[in-house]
């Protein structure tokens, strides 16, 4: 092997426990495939089993700590199916407000915490200041403390009605634990007109410092799959409904709703990723391939909007119009999951509003009666995308069977594949451009992967790692997250 | 597989009041029973709870026995059956944690039974022989 | 900015939850960034090893680790950071006591693997994740798990304990100030208190007849939630949380681990429970009806030790039972 050949950026980080991509070249070393690889395992779906039901949903919102509500609700939703109850409607309306609380935090953590250094702070700063507190600097003290209070008005929501914010508990089988009294909702109402306000402007900064800038990598980083998300009456929802996939041309395909994901969905097992892969049963697994062939779909917020006719409240839906008579729909573009997520932003601000001027809140009515245990399915989409609990409870109120299928699983191919086509531009004979490990890294950010879903595991925003093979199979390149080096 | 040259290490807690005088009694009734049992003296079973257990066993007990007044007769009047539910919940937890529950047991002796007392030394010595040793310290890596 | 202190953060196998408990004291970090340089947090900045394989050893005045110790990856990170550091802090239930994922010592890796990958939904071609793989473009290693579930001090040596899943605004409101200003002891974060001792609902340690699922018995408020006959692991559960579980009415499942001074969570509730089940007259009860009552409580296993199995005595499955 040609030494001179051999570009070895140091290991700049050796933090794969999470998430680390591979890359090998060909011949005339140009990208042959590139490979993401989720090195951990827990073992929720065995471990679950022997568990007393009800405890469920606080065991699984351990699967991951950045959308516990998300976890927790599927769980407690699986549990109503399993012991056959409908929850009072005040019940799961304070599911919805709460849930909407952790959506509204988690998806404004995403951008300003996670994503929007690399648009707001820039790619090209230096990576101490690629961060929040970067972020802070240039948008301002006073926004900057906005942002934060923003943020912890979400986790107050979620806190109020479930004792933390990481973690709460709020779900039983057949209803909630706790509803909310006068003060508490007058301050929630109180809130969320701020909310709304609040998340008008982050999609403002969204047009002007990322649609404007980035109109050329909108455009060109692009994968033609199908979108899958769930709908209530057409319209947008996380936790109600039925899930709806649509194909790549955005005509309806299928929709499923309780145990019925078996017939539309199926997991693919790769031996060298503790990553599961999803893909539609009908199609079939096709590899990591796009197009309508492909049993591939995608999740999260722009499978969610894909998949949806509208939104549930006025000013998202205005929003939504106005996405879709840019982009067309469906939108393919992995950037304008960005879009997507902000547009969700308001539609979950406005619903916090909806539902705290509602004082059946305050009611006592939040628990109906079980009857006798059995199979229940729960499903709820996460700030991620669609998550699917499937439990059997035994006569004695124990779990007997566990499955999971949690969002970033979903988008697990879809990820890989964003990857591999930014690699595949970006190097060119050998020679990786400075802005490879940005776009590989943009194009995963876009998803906002969360590899402790996927894994049932680690942590959400990952360190990346990459490393790069030649033809002969020998390390080419290291390259990790910590852009800021390889120039 | 009972192992031929092993001998088990086995705690036994002795309730003052009742079991304590049965291991006295067999003593000068010169009882035989193995000398495999190391007691420890309890003013009731009650005094025994699951962690005393728990570190017996991290500490190389093989078996861990328990004994109290017969059911009514506790000097602390629930004390026995305090106890009684504290085994049956450690015994559970030993079973799931893949440890034969067997190596723990429960045993009503009066100041009476110098006789039984010496016979249920000897039982559990001999289950105890017949599960083998318990090794918790062996490190894995 | 060369008189602040350095500090880092880093995650094992963890939730995330832990990372997120720390944006939690919301304006908050801003007083800790002003005392603080953070010179490491891959999850919220960009990380890079080599600046801490350059690093001095000890060079970094405070290191927080979350999460347990899962693989072999986890492991030689943490024994880098604790030669890079002067002092490592536990941070969270996972990395202080074992955490919710010591539920899987219940098992064996392989019992997990297999059944995790031959659920109802997955391609039933045999196929499972490998350490080493051939792709056809070349090899591809995936890491090997660790026998079992680890806390972080199994591996390395641990200064400072901070139990929580995760750790709470309050807790951190006390903890950030008392570490950056150096003055804190290997325990003193763990409270010696227990979640009854905090908890807003008195408790007034009833007989309890029998234990209850929670959808089963309709709740009183103000009333103790054990003491109502729902398995509430307060009685052994250290209380520098203040409660918040039973403050909003849901029995508190036990997240902090034992209090101070206590080994055993699951040992330490089986007592406390074992004193309380049962009927007033129970003198009368048979050695069955006693046997019925204890069976209510439905996998003490489990629900004693959910946080903290790793730390107890035993620590894991054991092969004792079949032979
Ligand atoms: S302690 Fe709890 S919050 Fe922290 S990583 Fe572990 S499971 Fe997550
Ligand atoms: S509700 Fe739980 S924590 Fe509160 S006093 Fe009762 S047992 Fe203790
Ligand atoms: S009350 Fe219990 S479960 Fe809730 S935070 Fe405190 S220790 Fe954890
Ligand atoms: S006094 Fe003997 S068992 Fe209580």
């Given at each position: 092997m040609n030494k001179d050949n051999k570009i070895e950026i140091?290991?700049?980080?050796?933090?794969?426990g999470h998430g680390k991509i591979t890359i090998f070249l060909d011949e005339e070393k140009n990208v042959d495939n590139a490979y993401l690889q989720?090195?951990?395992?827990?073992g929720f779906e065995k471990f679950c089993?022997?568990?007393?039901?009800?405890?469920m949903p606080n065991i699984t919102s351990r699967i991951c700590g950045v959308c516990p509500v998300a976890h927790h609700l599927a769980s407690t939703k699986a549990l109503d199916d399993a012991y056959g109850v409908t929850p009072p409607e005040p019940a799961l309306k304070l599911r919805e407000l709460i849930y909407n609380g952790y959506i509204y935090a988690d998806h404004l953590l995403h951008f300003y915490?996670?994503?929007s250094p690399d648009f707001?702070?820039?790619?090209?700063?230096p990576r101490e200041s690629r961060n929040i507190l970067g972020v802070i600097e240039k948008v301002g003290l006073d926004i900057g403390k906005d942002v934060i209070k923003q943020r912890a008005n979400g986790q107050k929501i979620i806190r109020t009605l479930?004792?933390?914010?990481?973690?709460p508990c709020f779900g039983i089988p057949g209803g909630v634990t706790k509803s909310l009294n006068r003060e508490e909702r007058e301050m929630i109402l109180d809130m969320s007109e701020s909310m709304v306000e609040f998340s008008k402007f982050t999609l403002d900064i969204f047009k002007d410092k990322v649609l404007k800038q980035y109109s050329q990598p909108i455009e060109e980083d692009r994968l033609e799959v199908y979108s899958m998300g769930l709908v209530e009456d057409g319209k947008l929802s996380h936790t109600g409904g039925e899930v709806n996939i649509v194909d790549p041309t955005g005509k309806y395909f299928a929709s499923f709703s309780g145990t019925d994901y078996l017939d539309v969905i199926r997991e693919h097992v790769e031996p060298w990723s503790y990553m599961k892969f999803p893909y539609l049963k009908e199609v079939?697994?096709?590899?990591f391939t796009e197009g309508q062939d492909s049993g591939v779909y995608r999740v999260g917020p722009l499978g969610r909007l894909n998949a949806?006719?509208?939104?549930?409240?006025p000013i998202a839906q205005k929003e939504f119009e106005e996405m879709f008579d840019i982009l067309?729909?469906?939108?393919?573009?992995?950037?304008a999951y960005h879009w997507a997520r902000l547009i969700e932003v308001i539609q979950s601000a406005e619903l916090v509003k909806e539902l705290a001027e509602?004082?059946?809140?305050?009611?006592?009515?939040i628990r109906a009666e079980t009857g006798e245990p059995g199979r229940g399915v729960g499903i709820v989409e996460a700030a991620r995308g669609t998550l699917i609990h499937d439990y059997v409870v035994d006569e004695g109120g124990l779990i007997e069977d566990v499955n999971l299928i949690v969002a970033t699983n979903h988008n697990a191919a879809p990820i890989s594949m964003s990857v591999t086509d930014a690699a595949r531009k970006y190097v060119d004979g050998g020679d990786v451009k400075p802005g490879m490990l940005n776009s590989v890294e943009r194009a995963f950010r876009a998803y906002d992967p969360c590899l402790a879903c996927a894994?049932?595991?680690?942590?959400?925003e990952t360190p990346l790692e990459v490393t790069i093979y030649d033809s002969k199979n020998c390390k080419y390149k290291k390259v990790t997250q910590g852009l800021g080096d390889n120039r | 597989m009972a192992d031929n040259g092993f001998e088990p290490k086995i705690i036994v807690f002795l309730c003052n009041w009742c079991s304590y005088g049965g291991g006295d009694l067999a003593g000068v009734n010169r009882e035989q029973y193995p000398t495999n049992v190391l007691g420890i003296k309890v003013m009731?079973?009650?005094?025994?709870?699951p962690e005393h257990i728990m570190e017996s066993f991290n500490d190389g007990a093989d078996g861990v026995l328990i004994t109290g007044c017969h059911p009514g007769d506790c000097h602390y009047i629930d004390g026995n059956y305090k106890t009684f539910r504290k085994i049956g919940l450690i015994s559970k937890m030993l079973e799931d944690l893949g440890?034969?529950?067997?190596?723990l047991r429960l045993e009503w002796i009066s100041s009476a039974e110098g006789g039984k007392f010496a016979q249920v030394m000897r039982e559990m010595t001999e289950q105890i022989r017949g599960l083998g040793p318990l090794d918790l310290k062996e490190e894995v890596e | 900015m060369s008189d602040k202190l350095k500090i880092g953060f880093y995650w094992c196998a963890a939730c995330g939850g832990c990372e997120i408990s720390v944006l939690d004291i919301d304006d908050m970090i801003l007083d800790v960034v002003e005392k603080a340089e953070?010179?490491?947090?891959?999850c919220a900045m960009d990380p890079k090893y080599e600046d801490v394989e350059k690093m001095?050893?000890?060079?970094?005045d405070i290191v927080f680790v979350n999460g347990s110790i899962r693989s072999d990856e986890n492991h030689e990170m943490v024994k880098l950071l604790r030669q890079k550091a002067k002092k490592v802090v536990a941070y969270g239930s996972c990395s202080s006591i074992g955490?919710?994922?010591?539920?899987?010592?219940?098992?064996d890796n392989d019992e997990l693997m297999e059944y995790g990958y031959n659920?109802?939904?997955?391609?039933?071609?045999?196929v499972m994740p490998l350490d080493d793989n051939m792709v056809p473009e070349g090899d591809l290693h995936l890491p090997g798990l660790t026998h079992h579930v680890r806390p972080l001090d199994e591996v390395i040596d641990v200064d400072v304990y901070l139990p929580g899943c995760p750790p709470l605004p309050n807790q951190l409101e006390e903890a950030f100030p008392a570490l950056l200003s150096g003055e804190?002891?290997?325990?003193?974060?763990?409270?010696?208190?227990?979640v009854c001792d905090v908890c807003p609902l008195e408790r007034e340690e009833k007989k309890i007849p029998r234990l209850y699922p929670i959808q089963e018995k309709k709740l009183?408020?103000?009333?103790?939630i054990l003491d109502q006959g729902v398995l509430c692991m307060g009685p052994a559960t250290s209380g520098m949380c203040d409660g918040p579980c039973p403050e909003v009415g849901h029995p508190c499942i036990?997240?902090?681990?034992?209090?101070?001074?206590?080994?055993d969570q699951g040992a330490r509730m089986a007592s406390a429970l074992g004193s309380v089940l049962g009927a007033e007259?129970?003198?009368?009860?048979d050695e069955d009806e006693i046997s019925e009552v204890v069976k209510s409580v439905r996998d003490p296993t489990g629900s004693f030790y959910r946080f903290s199995l790793p730390t107890s005595y035993l620590r894991y499955k054991r092969r004792d039972l079949h032979e």
């Open positions: 140091d290991p700049i980080t050796r933090l794969e989720v090195p951990e395992f827990k089993n022997g568990r007393r039901a009800e405890d915490f996670l994503a707001l702070v820039g790619v090209d700063a479930g004792g933390k914010a990481v973690h079939g697994w096709k590899g949806s006719k509208s939104m549930k409240t067309g729909k469906p939108v393919h573009s992995t950037l509602d004082d059946t809140l305050e009611s006592d009515e894994t049932h595991s680690a942590m959400g | 009731c079973s009650s005094r025994v709870s440890i034969n529950p067997k190596r | 953070i010179v490491f947090w891959p001095d050893d000890g060079e970094m955490g919710l994922f010591g539920l899987g010592n219940l098992y659920t109802p939904s997955t391609d039933k071609d045999g804190v002891g290997k325990y003193d974060l763990i409270s010696q208190k227990s009183e408020a103000e009333e103790c036990g997240c902090n681990g034992p209090v101070r001074g206590v080994k007259g129970e003198e009368r009860m």
